[in-house]
């Protein structure tokens, strides 16, 4: 793995290049290569070229940052000042926010160059992006594989070389799962280290934006720029620095394995991870076996509770403030109910309907009250295996990337796909998805290191060990904006 933050930003300081012709290469080649895997679904090279020239200005006054003049992509579902921000749903079809999300306006500021917004499963409900009105996003590795979801035009745009980096949501491993299918780097951070204003939410106790990179250096120099204290998400909070440089220091760390984690992931992704790990003991760590029964039933603990918190947050998606309004009605309510029924795609309104379901009267008790409580036994079972351990190490998926239309984006086996994820987010933790061989088709696998909460800077260091080691290679595609 490299740093292509890195490398670009020497170039632009050293003046070989300028932020406009890095951002006219990266244009020119999103629209050669964007129509096969459709990565993107809005440009933005307008506001590119402004973002560049910006850049430029920035850097010839001696002001840049890392990330000053790097072009990059932003999930459709982080909100854009006056540019299309649609969440992959016809129901925000030609919806323009009036402001930019926290994240885009520290990146903004800083001299980043946002070249368009890429394809996502609707509402980010989904793990192979298949839910998008737009179509799925194809697999650079492999074009007829999903690239998994939700955040999956960003996993291709990044593996494609048509953005250097780009930033996705992770509600139950929507950054971790799509970086592993498509053989990159994605981090999710802790609950409330980075402001989730102008994310639309889907499950606001478990959505976070989160770095998708093609190292690890790179993930922590973005983590770095966009965390943060924000007084307009009551939720963030101050979190201690990704501590770039990294080090990789490995050694004397605690590595918990928990069996929990590796219950029926088949034996190719096993060993890769077992590799992966022998290579962390050579170096000086030390394995910890962890117990966490409560693993088993993190999965519908989340689908409850991520469903509940949905059906809430979507009830503001009425044909009135925002995007798609049906016709041919004669009242308000037919207004409504025809603008949900024609806005919304079959997998979010299951969800609304689950969600409402369960939180209606009746059945509060017996689902979303059992599951928030139940959401603290896996809580508190991370923290004392956290007791005895500095990080553990996981699969972040079960499976490597499926075959197009294999599921449909709606199969038991794509739900099954989160197993290895959604604890994480139940329990607000730091995780990073990193690349760790191949299967025998050739498909990346990936493997996730989770920390304690707020430990976000010792999970990207023990990540690092693995790329300046060179045990882990992003996945390498022909074409795209090699610098
Ligand atoms: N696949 C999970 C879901 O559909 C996670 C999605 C996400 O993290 N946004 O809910």
Redesign the pocket.
Known sequence: MKSVISSLSQKLRSGEITSRQLTEKYIAEVRAQNPAINAYVHYTFEEAMKNAEYADGLIAEGKGTPLTGIPLTLKDNIATDGLLTTCCSKILSGFKPYYDATVWSKLKAQGAVLLGKTN??EF????TSESSCYGAPLNPVDKTRVTG???GGVAAAVCADIAAYGLG???????R?PASFCGIVGFKPSYGAVSRYGLIA??SS??QIGPMTKSVTDAAIVYDAIRGVDRADGTSCSTPAGKTPLKGDVKGLKIGVADGYFDGIPAEIRNAIEDMLAAYVRAGAEIVRVSMPALKIALPV??II?CAEASSNLGRYDGIRYGYRASGYTGVDEMITKTRTEGFGK?VKK?IMLGTYVLSSGYFDAYYKKACLIRKTVEAQLSEAFKKCDVLFAPTAPVTAFAVGYSGGNSVE??L??VC??PV?IAGLPAISIPCGSDKNGLPIGMQIIGKKFDDARVLDTAYFAEINNLSQTAEVEGGVKL
Request: glycine share 16%.
């Open positions: 996502m499963d980010a409900m989904g793990s979801g939700s955040s949501s992770d509600t139950g491993g929507s950054i799962q889907y499950g478990l959505d989340y689908y991520a997998e969800r794509t739900y796909s989160d994820t959604v987010n």
